[in-house]
C-alpha cells in the first residue's frame, strides 16, 4: 500500500479519540476565534467544530468580524482565564492590521492546541514541547509508523511557519539528520533521504523514481488544475505495491490536520479540567 489514505487514517485515529473523551470525567471544549468575514476561514472553522462535536466534544466560536489586536488579545486573555476552556485556537490568516504574533503569543501555553505559541515551538527543539502543531504531529505520526530506520535522514522542502519551521525544530529535538531547502532544486538528490517533505515544487512533477525504496514521502503542495487540487508528486507513479510510500494530494495531509488539532484538545482537557 505505498499510497497512504489519510481520510482512512484520521477516521480511525478519531475513534480512537472518541473512546479516550468517553472515559474524560469532563467534555473537551475548543473556543475559536474568528477574525473579519473571511468565507474560506469560516468554512474551516465550521468544519472544525463539527468534528469536534463527532468525538464527543463542544466548541465555541468567537467571531469578531472587526477587531485590533487589542481585542483580539483582551478576547484570548477572557478565554485563557475561562475553566470551562479547555483549548484556544485563532484562525489564520488573521486580517491585515491584526498582529498575528502578538495574538498568538497572548494565548495560554497549556491551552495551545494549534501548537503555534513561540514557548512550544521553542521547546521543540528540546522534544519538550506542551503541544505539538498539527501538520508536525501528522508527520511525526507517520515517520513512527511507516519509517524504520531509528534516526532517518529528512528533506524539508520549503519555508513554512506552520509546516517546515516548526517539523525542522522537533525533528532536530528528535536528533534526525534534517536538510532544509526553500526550493526543489535539481542538484538534490532526494533518493539519499528515508522522509521527504515537499511543500514548494510544480504540479505534477516529482515522479516516485526519484526515492528509494520504502522512503516516506509527505505532499503538502497544493495547485489547483483544470477544476482539481494536485499536489506536487505524480500520485500515479506511486500505485505499485513497491516502492516509496506517499501522502498524497488530495486526501493526505488536509484530513490529517484537523484529527491532529483534536488530539491536542483531547490531551488538554485531560491536563486543564
Not at 190 to 219: H, N, R, T, W
Request: hydrophobic share 40%.
Amino acid at each position: 500500500m505505498p499510497i497512504i489514505d489519510g481520510q482512512k487514517l484520521s477516521r480511525s485515529i478519531r475513534e480512537e479519540l472518541k473512546a479516550e473523551v468517553e472515559r474524560l470525567s469532563r467534555t473537551p471544549v475548543l473556543a475559536v476565534v474568528l477574525v473579519g468575514n473571511d468565507q474560506e476561514s469560516e468554512r474551516y472553522v465550521n468544519m472544525k467544530k463539527r468534528v469536534t462535536e463527532e468525538i464527543g466534544g463542544r466548541c465555541q466560536i468567537h467571531h469578531l468580524t472587526e477587531a485590533t489586536t487589542g481585542e483580539v488579545v483582551a478576547l484570548v486573555n477572557k478565554l485563557n482565564s475561562d475553566p470551562e476552556v479547555h483549548g484556544i485556537l485563532v484562525q489564520l490568516p488573521l486580517p491585515p492590521g491584526v498582529d498575528q504574533d502578538e495574538v498568538i503569543a497572548a494565548i495560554e501555553v497549556s491551552k495551545d492546541v494549534d501548537g503555534f505559541h513561540p514557548l512550544n515551538l521553542g521547546l521543540g527543539y528540546l522534544g519538550k514541547q506542551v503541544f505539538t502543531s498539527c501538520a508536525s504531529a501528522a508527520i511525526l505520526h507517520l515517520i513512527d509508523d511507516y519509517v524504520r530506520a531509528p534516526r532517518p535522514r529528512v528533506l524539508l522542502v520549503g519555508d513554512s511557519l506552520d509546516l517546515i519551521k516548526p517539523l525542522n525544530s522537533l525533528l532536530i529535538g528528535r536528533e534526525y539528520p534534517v536538510t532544509v531547502v526553500g526550493e526543489l532544486e535539481p542538484w538534490i538528490d532526494m533518493s539519499v533521504y528515508q522522509v521527504v517533505v515537499l511543500e514548494k515544487g510544480e504540479p505534477c512533477s516529482v515522479s516516485s523514481s526519484a526515492f528509494e525504496d520504502g522512503a516516506l514521502v509527505i505532499d503538502a503542495g497544493f495547485h489547483w488544475i483544470d477544476g482539481k487540487t494536485c499536489g506536487n508528486v505524480i500520485t500515479d507513479d506511486f500505485r505499485s505495491e513497491a516502492g516509496p510510500y506517499l501522502l498524497p494530494v488530495p486526501g493526505g495531509l488536509g484530513p490529517m490536520l484537523i484529527t491532529m488539532l483534536l488530539s491536542n484538545l483531547v490531551k488538554a482537557a485531560g491536563r486543564n479540567g
